[in-house]
Nanobody
Framework: QVELVESGGGLVQAGGSLKLSCAASRRGNSWYATAWFRQAPGNEREFVAVVSWSGDNTVYADSVKGRFTIARDSSKNMVYLQMDNLKPEDTAVYYC??????????????????WGKGTLVTVSA
């Protein structure tokens, strides 16, 4: 099992940027596909973006495409989510999660193995 810790959340005005980080507890993060999900109050947890173990393949939800960028630094066991042009509807708790297999497409909550505890992102209008 991999322990994941998210950081970088906070309060930002609409149009602003934040960069979230996901740190893995042990080497091996590079062997997993890592994804970001988010959950707004009253809503189900939804997919945001995923990056393959090699970092070469990324997939984004339509709602964030062109605004968010996912990237990994395997040497540091880190995965990042750069969020630009933030909107109030991006307000949510953001979670990173990993899975051991990956086909190169969108991933789902049920398919992820390990989860972090989340970091809160609040975007004011």
């Amino acid at each position: 099992q991999v322990e994941l810790v998210e950081s970088g959340g906070g309060l930002v005005q609409a149009g602003g940027s934040l960069k979230l980080s996901c740190a893995a507890s042990r080497r091996g993060n590079s062997w997993y596909a890592t994804a970001w999900f988010r959950q707004a109050p009253g809503n189900e947890r939804e997919f945001v973006a995923v990056v393959s173990w090699s970092g070469d393949n990324t997939v984004y939800a339509d709602s964030v495409k062109g605004r968010f960028t996912i990237a990994r630094d395997s040497s540091k066991n880190m995965v990042y989510l750069q969020m630009d042009n933030l909107k109030p509807e991006d307000t949510a708790v953001y979670y990173c999660a990993v899975r051991t297999t990956y086909s190169g497409s969108k991933v789902y909550v049920d398919g992820m193995r390990d989860w972090g505890k989340g970091t809160l992102v609040t975007v004011s209008a």
